[in-house]
């Protein structure tokens, strides 16, 4: 028999020509579908070349009457065997099940298509006329030794196909593990892969993640992936818990911050009682879990301003010594700086120009310190919030609608005010007020604003001339009035202010 009629005879008893065919169309299907199976491909095509490779011994073998072409025809045969098994296996799982909706792990593919080719082969080798049963008789032996001595590996193989079938862990949860606490990034046969937000890949063996108790971050049955965190914070006594939790309870919800979820809310609860102060704690649920430590610090820059614009403050230790000298002179220096700074910012304010020094004097000593950080809400529309605004330092965004209608339509920095209309008629907040960087202002209540306007009452006739004059300012701007109109129109405002104004302080 010649070479050419041996080769021909052989392909076609082990199918060559239907296997070639079927790894052409795996081939072409995987790349067209643009699917990362680069290395499969790469396996598969090893065993169709080895069949080939062996095919060729055989034939030239035969061609040359020697009986050792059967010794090359049974390895050709399970070559193509294991290749037709994988081009099967390939296709099912990353071709055909993917377009109707159904995943299998990548752990679970490979053992399905492992069991398949050593059946496979063992079936090929039967029908050839090997043996098994004392081959298998005389590995027995081997086969324990080699066990003992892969005993980990073989544990890390179990433990990556139990946690791929089980779900307990998949791939894009954030876990923590001992000190280890980050997202997994692949689950491999012998290894789990986590990803620690210090940049640092952490090899974790599978049979440890099987072993230990492991932690899944912000997996709640039928929620949404939050992770709810604690902050700390102490507060001494001179202030009750209520009032603490209140204050800084009402500047969460108002807080804008991106990674905070709004619901559940965040709340801020007592927990311990300490020697000298009161040990708090703001729980909030944060919905980027990559982003925990910088989402903290806003919390805690939130729960500062609030205390501090409540006149609360955090708590120092007991045994704290003050060794500064607060003498007469650097207390009067103190207070001439706080009040110079008051008096300044009082001084951009148009509606007190007709004050005396006495009176404004008097405002100065009024003004209420009130810092606000990053995101926070000064004030918001519709709120009925009698206070008027002096900006000091910082830059606030002016706001009107509400949800996806709000839109900008001004910014103010220092040295500006607002909120001068629900000062002196009590009218309701008509925008909405968001710092744009932290934020330094002083502000003023109707109590103290009363006092000179009730030992003074004409005051409120320039008020309501200021008020009226830049109300229709505003109105011509937007509506094209002319000036014949506005002086018309300002008269009537004018008298409407005034009647308000003496209505809501009393004045008769």
């Known amino acids: 028999m010649t070479f050419w009629d041996a080769l021909l005879n052989h392909g076609t008893e082990s199918l060559t020509a239907y296997l070639a065919v079927l790894l052409l169309v795996t081939h072409v299907s995987v790349r067209a579908l643009n699917l990362t199976s680069t290395v499969r491909l790469k396996a598969l095509g090893f065993f169709f070349a080895m069949h080939l490779v062996c095919l060729l011994g055989a034939a030239s073998l035969h061609a040359a009457g020697s009986d050792l072409y059967r010794d090359f025809l049974v390895p050709a045969r399970v070559f193509a065997g294991v290749a037709a098994v994988g081009m099967l296996g ?27 080719s050593v059946a496979v082969s063992i079936v090929i080798v039967s029908r050839s006329g090997v043996n098994l049963s004392g081959l298998l008789a005389t590995s027995a032996v081997a086969t324990a030794a080699v066990g003992l001595a892969l005993q980990d590996v073989i544990g890390n193989v179990a433990g990556g196909l139990a946690l791929q079938l089980d779900n307990s862990v998949e791939v894009g949860d954030w876990v923590k593990l001992g000190d280890v606490n980050g997202q997994v990034t692949e689950i491999r046969w012998r290894y789990t892969a986590i990803e620690t937000r210090n940049w640092e890949t952490v090899i974790v063996p599978n049979s440890q993640l099987m072993k230990n108790q492991v932690s899944v971050l912000g997996r709640r049955t039928g929620k949404p992936r939050l992770w709810r965190r604690w902050v700390y914070f102490n507060v001494d006594y001179r202030f009750q818990p209520s009032d603490v939790i209140e204050c800084v309870s009402q500047a969460l919800h108002a807080a804008k911050i991106d990674r905070m979820a709004m619901e559940p809310l965040p709340n801020c609860v007592l927990i311990d009682l300490a020697e000298s102060y009161g040990r708090y704690a703001v729980r909030y649920w944060l919905k980027d879990l990559a982003v925990d430590d910088p989402t903290d610090s806003e919390v805690r820059t939130v729960v500062f301003f609030a205390l501090q614009r409540a006149g609360m403050r955090l708590s120092i230790p007991a045994h704290a010594i003050f060794v500064t000298e607060e003498s007469a002179d650097r207390a009067a220096l103190k207070t001439e700086k706080e009040t110079n700074r008051r008096a300044m910012a009082l001084s951009h304010v148009e509606l007190f120009a007709s004050l005396s020094e006495a009176e404004r004097a008097k405002l100065v000593r009024g003004l209420r310190y009130a810092p606000f950080s990053r995101g926070e809400i000064l004030t918001r529309q519709g709120a009925e919030a009698h206070w008027l605004y002096l900006l000091d330092e910082g830059e606030v965004s002016i706001r009107v609608g509400e949800g996806s209608l709000e839109r900008e339509v001004a910014r103010l920095k220092g040295g500006s005010f607002f909120g001068e209309m629900s000062l002196m008629t009590g009218e309701a907040r008509s925008a909405t007020v968001v710092a744009l960087t932290d934020v330094e202002c002083f502000r003023l209540d109707k109590a103290t604003f009363q006092e000179v306007l009730q030992q003074r009452p004409e005051i409120a006739e320039h008020l309501a001339k200021v008020l009226a004059k830049r109300k229709v300012e505003l109105s011509a701007a937007r509506g094209g009035l002319d000036q014949d109109a506005a002086a018309r129109r300002l008269g009537g405002e004018q008298g409407d202010l005034l009647n308000r104004i003496r209505g809501f302080f009393g004045l008769g």
């Open 90 to 116: 390939l296709m099912i799982f990353a071709v055909i099940l993917p377009r109707i909706r159904v995943s299998t792990p990548r752990i679970l593919q490979d053992v399905l298509i492992a069991l398949a």
